[in-house]
């Protein structure tokens, strides 16, 4: 489905997406495009117009979540505050799993490209896939992402959520959020963002980055992390924390945590922090 004609009003909040479409310059990214003002997750969307035959590149966003999910079943606050929402789905080819992998570095690190070329210059990866903004020598996550392997009779789909704090005052916040409190480009710019450009910008780089290989994407991904050479606490499930230094990655992108104990191991899905004393 193409909206591309239409132009949305929500709340205050609008999202143009004929001025979306301008900036967009990619062949298959973002092209097919659906809105929602307000949808239970994007994700559940996905899922739907996958099976349903939706084209790759397909894109849903939605204004708001009432059911926002992040990782490891956490729930993503997805409030109306002008920040990105949404969906990409990415037929891949089932015979190419490293397709799969090359999508999750090249995801990420088309999120950063684009943040940085908004001019927040101090956007890095926290591996696997998180996007975080240094400011003052202290990080705060200012995306997620996450990605649902879909399969359907024909293929298999990648449908890649994503969730960006872009116009929303994060520090109104503070009150509800346990931990760390994320930032947005607005709380680190001073300044709103053009929400309809930032969408375009990640979908041409990740456009782009997917047309490259799997090393070369890998190499930029390196070049925006933010755990090399730090001391780190990784958690694994409920058991206690342990504690050791990122050493660099395989070549399949798994990080190398050099542990307290002496044993070095290759992290496939566990929670690093970095450790501040
Ligand atoms: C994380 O835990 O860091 C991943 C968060 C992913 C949130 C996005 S928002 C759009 C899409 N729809 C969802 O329900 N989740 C993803």
Not at 99 to 123: M, P, S
Request: proline content about 2%; aromatic content about 8%; glycine content about 8%.
């Amino acid at each position: 489905m193409n909206n591309f004609s239409q132009y949305y009003i929500t709340s205050g909040i609008h999202f143009d997406a004929k001025r979306y479409q301008t900036a967009l310059k990619t062949k298959y990214i973002g092209r097919s495009f659906i809105y929602r003002e307000e949808t239970e997750s994007t994700m559940n969307i996905a899922q739907r117009e996958t099976h349903e035959g939706a084209a790759t590149g397909t894109l849903i966003l939605a204004e708001r979540q009432t059911s926002g999910r992040g990782r490891k079943g956490r729930e993503w606050v997805s409030e109306t505050g002008g920040n990105l929402y949404f969906t990409i789905i990415i037929r891949v080819n089932p015979q190419e799993p490293l397709h799969l992998l090359k999508l999750n570095f090249a995801l990420a690190a088309a999120i950063v490209q684009a943040c940085r070329d908004e001019g927040v210059q101090e956007t890095y990866i926290k591996w696997p896939n998180d996007v975080w903004v240094k400011t003052n020598n202290s990080y705060s996550k200012v995306c997620g992402m996450l990605i649902d392997s879909v399969q359907t009779q024909e293929d298999l789909s990648a449908n890649c959520g994503v969730g960006l704090n872009v116009n929303q005052d994060m520090t109104k916040l503070k009150e509800r959020i346990v931990g760390n409190i994320p930032t947005s480009l607005y709380n680190e710019l001073r300044s709103k963002v053009d929400r309809e450009q930032l969408l375009a910008k990640i979908c041409n780089a990740l456009e782009t980055l997917l047309g490259e290989s799997l090393e070369s994407v890998l190499e930029v991904y390196k070049g925006y992390d933010i755990l090399v050479g730090k001391q780190v606490t990784v958690t694994s499930g409920t058991n206690e924390p342990r504690f050791g230094k990122a050493k660099g990655y395989s070549k399949f992108g798994n990080l190398i945590v050099k542990f307290d104990d002496g044993e070095e191991k290759e992290l496939l899905a566990e929670e690093v922090s970095i450790r501040t004393v």
